[in-house]
């Protein structure tokens, strides 16, 4: 089956620590997106990826890194520079054109 | 820059129906899509309007007015499992979905 997964659904780390959150699709899309959610709140922008090689800053990227070395892949770093990495993630894809993003289950980080 | 506005919470009551408005500002505009989200869940795609009047998918319908910059998303014959978070939001073409905050929808018996 097609889709999009996310691992793994839950992480803690220690505060200081670099952690990297993978995503992983095989529907063939070309564009890839990286969400947080805090409770109560919308989906804000990391950072996104219209072609492997490339990808494009989003509203909130301070404090996290990404890389497209295949299509199929866009893992998330969160850096020990992000002051409050606790949220929810959440990975999107999607064809050419905005008609429909395909979501994960999203990776809940926790930072003790 | 893009906004969208969106009530924060909605209580209706199982079997009624239900409105959710979303207005948006954007210098741009292809679409205007809805998502649906349980507590904890992933969203998932409910519908997309491209151009003014309403699209009906079983009991979801969505609407558009692109000259008031004004949609809603419709729910009849509520159930309880309709109960989550609905959001809005603007495709502007090239560039990433920009999403409202959400609707919080509580079915109540």
């Known amino acids: 089956d097609g889709g999009i997964t996310q691992s793994p659904k839950y992480l803690f780390r220690k505060e200081g620590q670099n952690v990297t959150l993978s995503c992983e699709q095989n529907?063939?899309?070309?564009?890839m997106y990286w969400y947080r959610q805090d409770p109560g709140q919308g989906l804000r922008l990391i950072y996104y990826?219209?072609?492997?090689?490339?990808?494009q800053k989003g509203d909130i990227a301070e404090g996290y890194s990404v890389s497209r070395e295949k299509k199929e892949s866009f893992p998330l770093t969160v850096t020990s520079a992000q002051k409050n990495p606790t949220a929810f993630y959440l990975c999107?894809?999607?064809?050419?054109?905005?008609?429909?993003?395909?979501f994960g289950q999203g990776t809940r980080l926790t930072v003790v | 820059g893009q906004s969208l506005e969106q009530p924060s919470e909605v209580t209706a009551v199982e079997g009624a129906i239900v409105q959710i408005n979303c207005t948006y500002q954007?210098?741009?505009?292809?679409?205007l899509s809805w998502y649906q989200q349980h507590d904890g869940g992933a969203p998932t795609f409910l519908s997309y309007?491209?151009?003014?009047g309403l699209e009906e998918t079983g009991r979801f319908s969505s609407f558009l007015s692109r000259s008031d910059s004004y949609g809603y998303l419709l729910l009849q014959e509520l159930q309880m499992k309709d109960s989550a978070s609905y959001f809005c939001?603007?495709?502007?073409?090239?560039?990433?979905?920009?999403f409202g905050k959400g609707t919080r929808l509580s079915v109540i018996a």
């Open positions: 999107a894809s999607s064809p050419a054109g905005n008609t429909e993003a395909f």
């Open positions: 529907l063939n899309h070309d564009a």
């Open positions: 990826s219209q072609i492997v090689n490339d990808f």
């Open positions: 954007t210098s741009g505009f292809y679409g």
């Open positions: 309007n491209a151009l003014d």
């Open positions: 939001a603007v495709d502007s073409g090239n560039t990433p979905l920009v």
